[in-house]
């Protein structure tokens, strides 16, 4: 008994001698996004964040491009249990409540990320989305808003009386209901099919991603106009994990989950703005017209995209009060009346 007791000492004491401590608390996290992407990098970060604050106390298994369920799945999987954390965005649940839409993306609402960081942060956006994500078991952490979304089009795209007759690539969802308010055609197709569509004239221009993502796709080797900053669309990833394990961890290894995600959100933002402005300059250096749409344009598009959430807010009461919490914040940075 007493070797056995001996062995078990001196095997510890080597143990912790050797710096490895074997982590408190083990996540299982899945995103639909691949390693080598700017927001793959990103997460990676913030996962190297967490251990790093934590002191080796938490430690995250991080699942890459959806390899353990779909994409749409991940939510799901982290309720029930399969994982523990999805880092994928609340814009894959629209299926499950409309009121997703007002965490993932709420079109025509804002002009940058930082305005939407500060519904979050100071507009009590954070607490009204939790009130959604807690009813199917799971606890939002954070957002990261990598920025707005440019349109690309064959035609000059300089206001709102240029989306009149503009047929163009939209996906499903809100987003076709804002632009038919104003008087374009949307018309929903897969992405692969962008490129045929514009080559042949089926569509003037498409939605596809950011400005600098456009020009990885090649969108402008096809067409010449661009709406840049753009203002439409500024899908949201979250950092949600779920309930019960949240409500396991201890208020200080939850806090350096909240700051690692601000840390990681703010920096997705500013490296997405930089990589925009980059190409930017090399667009207007190769023909291509940037158009920047004017305040009043903004202003009217933003209210045109008012009706269409008008429908969402009566789909579901979880809906209707996301969409009054933005409202609200809205009316006080003076954007809406």
Known sequence: MKLKTFFAVTTAAAFFA??????????RIQTHHSPETVSGQAIQKYVDDVEAMSGGRVEIELFWSSSVVASVETFDAAATGVLDGDFTGGGYQTGKNPAFQFVGDPMGGYDTPWQLY?????????????????????????????????????????????????????????????FAELGAKPIVMDFTEIFTALETGIIDGADASSLANNVGL??????????????????????????????????????????????????LSLNTELANREAAVK?????????????????????GAQKAWDGWAAKTPEAAALVEAHRKFLRRMGMIE
């Open 118 to 178: 500060s519904f979050f942060y100071n507009g009590g956006g954070k607490e009204a989305a939790n009130k959604l994500y807690e009813a199917y078991n799971m606890h939002l952490v954070s957002w990261a808003i990598p920025g707005q979304e440019s349109l690309a089009s064959g035609k000059p795209m300089r206001g709102l009386e240029d989306l009149k007759d503009w047929k163009f690539r939209s996906p499903p969802g809100l987003e076709t209901e804002i």
């Open 18 to 27: 050797s710096g490895v401590v074997a982590a408190e608390f083990n996540l």
């Open 283 to 303: 667009l207007v250096a190769e023909g291509v017209t940037l158009h920047d749409w004017s305040a009043e344009d903004r202003a009217k598009f933003r209210a």
């Open 218 to 267: 090649g969108l402008y080797d096809i067409v010449k106009h661009a709406t840049y900053p753009g203002f439409h669309s500024m899908p949201a990833d979250h950092i949600a994990i779920n309930l019960d394990v949240w409500n396991g961890l201890p208020p200080d290894i939850q806090r350096i989950f909240e700051v690692a995600g601000e840390a990681m959100a703010f920096s």
